[in-house]
């Protein structure tokens, strides 16, 4: 009995996948032109092309008409049941658990940001650029996912494994809290503007080894968040009740009338 042979596009995706490995493309990241992919692949454009294809179907890729193809956000599960879950469950019931999030994310990402001026390698260093360019999107679902990367990046630069293990816990939490407030922040251009700011205060502090500096650039930043968000949500609870009002009684007069 002869096996079926595997697809040439199976093989070429798995090439693609190897390759974005080994560039260390993350999240948000713009992968290479599909006329470079073959060449560094040593196929045709149309065996990438049908590769790209299967790896968006996978949610490895996403695919931007004009844009470009792009990593999507892949995290580990391990910690999902034990950390992540209860949380869930807990938002699920009350949305205000959310600025519970935002302050574990004051405590926990203060010190990452001390520790990564501290500690990061020249490695570190790059990815932090590469994942800083990459919340430059002008696409926001690309952008919000860049900014998730861009704030594990600095957990991982900090090479402390217990900081770096708890931000892997609430990598669904981290991603979910920041996506939804990157793409409601990204509507108002001065706010985004203020984001990117803040995001390069963080990073510049932790090129130059200011450890004091990256920490309260980074509080600064979450603390900015925490009250836009919360402008935010103000505002749309203000207009629920706005639309809750009861009629105005002379309105019905007026249609007796």
């Keep these: 009995m002869t096996l079926p042979t595997r697809r040439l596009t ?8 190897a390759l974005i490995d080994e560039q260390g493309l993350d999240a948000g990241m713009k992968l290479p032109a599909e006329r470079q992919l073959a060449a560094l692949l040593g196929v045709s454009r149309n065996s990438v092309r049908e590769a790209l294809q299967v790896l968006n179907a ?3 890729l996403m695919t931007r008409r004009g844009g470009g193809t792009f990593v999507r956000w ?9 950390i992540v879950q209860p949380i869930k469950t807990l938002l699920a019931s009350d949305a205000g658990y959310s600025y519970d999030i935002l302050e574990a994310r004051h405590a926990i990402e203060a010190s990452t940001a ?6 990061a390698t020249p ?6 650029r590469l994942c800083f360019e990459a919340t430059q999107s002008d696409d926001p679902d690309l952008s919000s996912q860049a900014d998730v990367r861009f704030h594990l990046a600095i957990a991982e630069a900090s090479h402390n494994i217990v900081l770096l293990q708890t931000m892997r816990g609430f ?3 981290l991603q979910s809290s920041v996506i939804e407030s990157r793409q409601r922040m990204y509507l108002v251009p001065p706010v985004f503007a203020r984001l990117t700011e803040q995001h390069a ?8 080894g200011d450890a004091e500096g990256a920490r309260r650039a980074m509080m600064a930043h979450l603390s900015f968040v925490h009250t836009t968000i919360k402008q935010f949500d103000d505002d749309l609870a203000r207009q629920a009740r706005i639309t809750r009002l009861p009629d105005d009684p002379a309105d019905h007069l007026e249609k007796k009338l």
């Design 10 to 17: 199976d093989d070429v995706a798995d090439r693609l996948r």
């Design 58 to 60: 996978q949610g490895v």
């Design 74 to 82: 892949r995290h580990e599960t391990w910690s999902e049941q034990n």
């Design 114 to 119: 001390w520790h990564a001026a501290m500690r």
């Design 123 to 128: 490695a570190d260093k790059e990815k932090l």
């Design 171 to 173: 990598f669904d939490l």
């Design 201 to 208: 205060a963080v990073l510049n502090a932790i090129l130059d």
